[in-house]
């Protein structure tokens, strides 16, 4: 590694030190006695203190020299550490890129597909390291065009240039309400009764602004404008807010396995189903987008096999049930049926 003059004089200073002697210091060096006397004297002059004591027998550090020596050592370490993390980093680096892919997962987008990708990975890809991320769409789309993600797994639709996309399946938006409010037990729930709730949506114009444009589009269609009150961008906090009474949530059926038992999610009619995608930069690698297309074509027929096998269950016709007006005990629900 090379040094700037003022590290390099603190090298040949510190050798001086640990030798007590200018010849055995020099010959440690790889450096000539001369070059390296002329170089201490600089140092001490630039220093403006001693470091040393020397006649023609013995070589001593100053008081001032062993105190500024004791810190040059710490300069010295800390650099000698640092250049090593920064190789060991680049290594690191350069391993992920060749045999490494990370994908960023929607917390909206079904558990199940990610196991289904580390399936494919060892079956297909065992020598590849494969990391899913769960991270925002907007966090996921960044990350991809940066290249800290190969391919992101997220809701679409996505409507940008820079990305090319897979198609996984379609999946069926729900209302998640509490278990209160449903009048007529499981079923169905018209769009249009949601025309006058507080919703709250897994997007917004921010962080998926197609998904969100799309979303309002898909209500504008039956006749309304939707009186959104909450734009969350992860599961975080979803059902929190419906249990407080701020609102009906939209959802992903499958991004509902984990609600609460006082709440209740139905699917909701007159609405399309929304887009499960996997996307990756337009242009990356040959290797990159290999191994991306393998997934997506492997989580696709998994998807039509699930489907097939479902389909007795999925064909079979829920009743429509409707929300009651009947108000919770709680003044956030009184305050956004009021507005």
């Not at 090379?2 to 790889?30: C, D, I, M, W, Y």
């Not at 494919?120 to 769409?137: D, M, N």
């Not at 897994?202 to 909450?230: D, M, Y």
């Amino acid at each position: 590694m090379s040094l700037t003059p003022p590290l390099q004089k603190l090298v040949f200073a510190l050798a001086v030190a640990r030798e007590l002697h200018f010849g055995r210091a020099a010959r440690r060096l790889n450096i000539s006695q001369p070059y390296l006397s002329r170089t201490i004297l600089e140092y001490e002059s630039e220093l403006r203190f001693a470091l040393f004591r020397r006649n023609r027998r013995v070589v001593e550090v100053t008081g001032a020299g062993r105190a500024f020596l004791k810190h040059g050592r710490d300069i010295l370490a800390d650099i000698d550490s640092a250049y090593g993390r920064a190789v060991e980093e680049g290594r690191l680096t350069s391993r992920q890129n060749a045999s490494s892919l990370v994908i960023g997962c929607s917390a909206f987008v079904a558990p199940r597909l990610r196991c289904q990708a580390r399936s494919i990975q060892r079956l297909r890809f065992p020598a590849l390291h494969l990391e899913l991320r769960v991270a925002s769409s907007s966090e996921t789309f960044e990350s991809i065009g940066s290249g800290v993600f190969h391919a992101g797994l997220t809701l679409g639709p996505l409507d940008r240039d820079d990305l090319a996309q897979f198609l996984i399946r379609f999946e069926r938006l729900h209302a998640v309400f509490p278990r209160a409010q449903c009048a007529n037990g499981s079923g169905e729930i018209a769009l249009t009764d949601l025309r006058t709730r507080p919703l709250i949506v897994p997007c917004s114009e921010r962080t998926h602004p197609a998904l969100h444009r799309w979303l309002v589009e898909q209500c504008a269609k039956v006749g309304f404008k939707p009186n959104i009150v909450e734009e969350v961008p992860s599961s975080d906090g979803v059902f929190d807010l419906v249990q407080d009474g701020v609102g009906i949530a939209i959802l992903p059926g499958e991004a509902c396995d984990a609600m609460p038992p006082d709440l209740q999610c139905s699917p909701i009619s007159n609405l399309e189903p929304v887009q499960v995608v996997l996307a990756y930069r337009q242009g990356a690698p040959i290797q990159v987008q290999k191994v991306v297309t393998e997934i997506a074509n492997s989580l696709r027929h998994f998807e039509q096999k699930r489907k097939i096998s479902s389909r007795a269950v999925r064909s079979a016709k829920r009743p429509v049930v409707s929300i009651t007006s009947k108000r919770p005990r709680t003044n956030s629900w009184r305050a956004s049926n009021t507005a």
